[in-house]
T-cell receptor
Framework: AQSVTQLDSQVPVFEEAPVELRCNYS??????LFWYVQYPNQGLQLLLK??????LVKGINGFEAEFNKSQTSFHLRKPSVHISDTAEYFC????????????FGQGTTLQVKP | ETGVTQSPTHLIKTRGQQVTLRCSSQ?????VSWYQQALGQGPQFIFQ???????GRGNFPPRFSGLQFPNYSSELNVNALELDDSALYLC??????????????FGPGTRLTVL
């Protein structure tokens, strides 16, 4: 079985500052890793994914994440945030089975202040 | 290319009633997964349908059931509604081939309130 822990429930940050949202996972098998964003009253949008290969993954809207197998982490980073980045962010893992079912963390609320 | 759509947007039911939620998958996709997102929580996997059959199920009771139609659209049915069923229900479609399920694309969700 897999589990995901997002270490911060809320992250306040000022506009144009860098941000890191932390994610750790637990799994006995190899996994795929994802970050999704959810804006108020909307569904989930994929920011980026790690399937294999380079451990540094670049996504949409200037976000990137680094897969660290030894630390079982997949932290999300952005060098300079905008007000429009204010949203809920979810880290998720998939166990590479044919369902591709996603196991999500509890979410981190990113609050970007002017 | 149309995305994943869900209906209705919002729904209010009373305890004990039954509800049906609907999802149209993205063009070219053959698989639909359903997730329940309680307030302040991450989504939880309910089940997945592939080729009109259940292809994996999460830890949800049998009163949660589903269907997939030949056009790959899907329904989620919940019987004997309980207050804890109040949540955002998300549908995601994807393309399963060669034993591998690719990226899931999510719809906007249906907000269910049980009174």
């Amino acid at each position: 079985a897999q589990s995901v822990t997002q270490l911060d429930s809320q992250v306040p940050v000022f506009e144009e500052a860098p941000v890191e949202l932390r994610c750790n996972y637990s799994s006995s098998v190899s996994v795929y890793l994802f970050w999704y964003v959810q804006y108020p009253n909307q569904g989930l949008q994929l920011l980026l994914k790690y399937l294999s290969g380079s451990t540094l993954v670049k996504g949409i809207n200037g976000f990137e994440a680094e897969f660290n197998k030894s630390q079982t982490s997949f932290h999300l980073r952005k060098p300079s945030v905008h007000i429009s980045d204010t949203a809920e962010y979810f880290c998720a893992v998939s166990d590479r089975s044919n369902t591709g079912k996603l196991i999500f963390g509890q979410g981190t609320t990113l609050q970007v202040k002017p | 290319e149309t995305g994943v759509t869900q209906s209705p947007t919002h729904l209010i039911k009373t305890r004990g009633q039954q509800v049906t939620l609907r999802c149209s998958s993205q063009s070219g996709h053959n698989t639909v997964s359903w997730y329940q997102q309680a307030l302040g929580q991450g989504p939880q996997f309910i089940f997945q349908y592939y080729r009109e059959e259940e292809n994996g199920r999460g830890n949800f009771p049998p009163r949660f059931s589903g269907l997939q139609f030949p056009n790959y659209s899907s329904e989620l049915n919940v019987n004997a509604l309980e207050l804890d069923d109040s949540a955002l229900y998300l549908c995601a479609s994807s393309y399963l081939a060669g034993g591998r399920n690719n990226e899931q694309f999510f719809g906007p969700g249906t907000r269910l309130t049980v009174l």
